[in-house]
């Protein structure tokens, strides 16, 4: 595959916050030990199918506090991956703490939002027949986010937040391998992009307003100034351009980034790696309930046709209709597009007290052709994904702990049962 790469951002890996991060020769081993679960060509090819895993154990002391011990495989390459859906956990963050940042009285994320059309290629939101109400809101947009990884519900905070915001906030946060720079799955050039819609918020009797934003635009250039090639070719239209596909403008961030938000919202007042987002306990706690729902337990919108496993990547990814059983959670994020397949979660089983964090990317594409909707994921990408899940949950299960965990605080009542 041809494949140009500048260096993209500096990674910042530390020895000294949240336990120690340590090299690939970890997991290489349990890769190693499980030849016959895991496709071995992905393990004799790493840099074919871009493999990156983050690992990171958690043992708790008698208190219940949790130490965490990060090891990492590949990560240190620098090696682009098309983020894709991953990156709708910090919007999802991101437009909680701004509704807690801006401090309005009686205005919450429950309210009404209004979306206007403000700039060119930009539509309008007055209503969402999803929603028990049939009005949108940051709450309704989050649930759709996290449960089934709904596009435009990602897009409608990214306007809320604004491009300029959305890149700053996480930086100063040490998001600092992190740019988002446009929405998803809306084909908007890179101008458009930089200009965000007026929002307007109304109480949920849709008699008062509460707060109005004007329309918005980022005069900052986040695109990497370099190459980022992939592939030999992509499809536009029905037309084969036969040169690689360059994605300067498109979404980054790196694997350890993605780790982070997820340990970060699952262990607010412990982890340290980077500073945690300005949330209530009640956000937190919103945020994790989403995270973990299945489609099939979600009133609204309505996911019954929707398996368990629809964006369950670890463990589940392979199994089809089978369903999870309730004593396993996953917290996750994943992504799926341009070939990459991305999983980034904190999974527990509350009857086995086994609780561990794991992310990992995998890239299928044979043909070297981005954008024709042919790649391997269902014979490749979800297998493998599934597995590695299940070998990390059989090294947890085996592993031995001095205290086992209370996870008693990750327990939550869905929404359906």
Known sequence: MKFIHCMLFTLLISNSLCGQTKSSTFIEGILAQNTNILN???????????LQIVYTQIDRDRNNHPKFTTYTYRTELNEYFYPASTVKIYSAALA????????????????????????????????????????????????????????????????????????????????????????????????????TNAIRFYDRQAHALLYEQ????????????????????????????????????????????????????????????VKTMDLSDTDYKFMQQYMSQLPGETLYPDYHELTDNYCKFFLYGDKGKERIPEHIRIFNKIGNA????????????????????????????????????IYEYEKTAMPFLGNLGSIFYQHELNRKKKHLPDLSAFEFIYDKK
């Not at 309210?111 to 700039?119: N, P």
Request: glycine share 6%; net charge neutral; proline share 2%.
């Open 40 to 50: 071995k060509d992905v393990l004799q090819n790493p840099a074919k199918y871009k």
């Open 96 to 195: 909680l703490e701004k509704i807690k940042r801006l401090g309005i009285k009686d205005l919450d994320y429950k309210d009404i939002m209004l979306t206007d059309s403000s700039y060119a290629g930009q539509t309008a939101v007055k209503y969402d027949s999803t929603s028990e109400n049939l009005k949108p809101s940051i709450a309704h947009y989050i649930k759709k986010v996290l449960v089934t990884s709904d596009n435009d519900g990602h897009n409608r905070l990214y306007e809320f937040i604004g491009q300029k915001d959305f890149n700053e906030l996480l930086k100063s946060r040490g998001y600092t391998n992190t740019r988002i720079t446009h929405r998803l799955s809306v084909p908007l050039s890179t101008e458009q992009n930089k200009h």
């Open 214 to 273: 004007g329309p918005a635009y980022n005069t900052m250039d986040y695109t990497f100034k370099g190459s980022i090639l992939l592939g030999k070719g992509y499809a536009k239209g029905e037309e084969i351009i036969n040169k690689p596909m360059e994605f300067n403008e498109k979404n980054f961030s790196s694997l350890e980034d993605l780790h982070h938000i997820i340990l970060s919202l699952m262990f607010a007042e412990n982890y340290t790696k």
């Open 338 to 373: 341009y070939g990459f397949t991305i999983d980034n979660a904190y999974i527990v089983d509350f009857e086995k007290k086994i609780e561990f964090a794991l992310s990992a990317v995998i890239y299928t594409n044979e043909n070297e052709i981005l954008n024709d909707g």
